[in-house]
């Protein structure tokens, strides 16, 4: 079974800084991997995907990788903004088309 | 091009009671799917639909049922509500088949079964 791991839980990072969210997935047999957004209260939006023969997609300040032999994909920000603040899911496509995902970390950029 | 709809955005229903979450898109995708969301759990999926006339259970089916209706609409059915049930529920679809097969979601009912 797929089991995503997201790594922190929580972030707190004050602007402007540069971070990296870390994913990790346990069966490297996937067909994609999404990066999402998540707002309080509101659904998801969909910010990257990196299908499984691709080593990075890039999206303004966002910069998603993925290494599918270890099992693991990095989400990076750079210059790191107030409106950033928000929860980044992680979730892969295996069999059946059907996406597993992480719990998430919630990122705070403070002023 | 409102993409995916659901419909309502908030309920409160009392244990045992039944009701219907609808869910339609206008992207002529093929495939649908129905995630709840709880705190400290992630996403999981309920069930899923890869094309029209089709249906299969996901991680955690029980207690709900669905229906393809057509191609625009897939339907998720509490027949007897219990208070486990009370969470966030995303209906998504995507394109099998596509380059990239990427699921959007919709904006969520939240569900709160007393």
Known sequence: KQEVTQIPAALSVPEGENLVLNCSFTDSAIYNLQWFRQDPGKGLTSLLLIQSSQREQTSGRLNASLDKSSGRSTLYIAASQPGDSATYLCAVTGGGNKLTFGTGTQLKVEL | ?114
């Not at chain 2, 309920?46 to 006339?53: D, L, M, Q, R, V």
């Not at chain 2, 027949?79 to 679809?93: G, I």
């Open chain 2, 1 to 114: 091009n409102a993409g995916v709809t659901q419909t309502p955005k908030f309920q409160v229903l009392k244990t045992g009671q039944s009701m219907t979450l609808q869910c339609a898109q206008d992207m002529n995708h093929n495939s649908m799917y129905w995630y709840r969301q709880d705190p400290g759990m992630g996403l999981r999926l309920i069930y899923y639909s890869a094309s029209e006339g089709t249906t299969d259970k996901g991680e955690v089916p029980n207690g709900y049922n669905v229906s393809r209706l057509n191609k625009r609409e897939f339907s998720l059915r509490l027949e007897s509500a219990a208070p486990s049930q009370t969470s966030v529920y995303f209906c998504a679809s995507s394109l099998i088949g596509s380059s990239y097969n990427e699921q959007f979601f919709g904006p969520g009912t939240r569900l709160t079964v007393l």
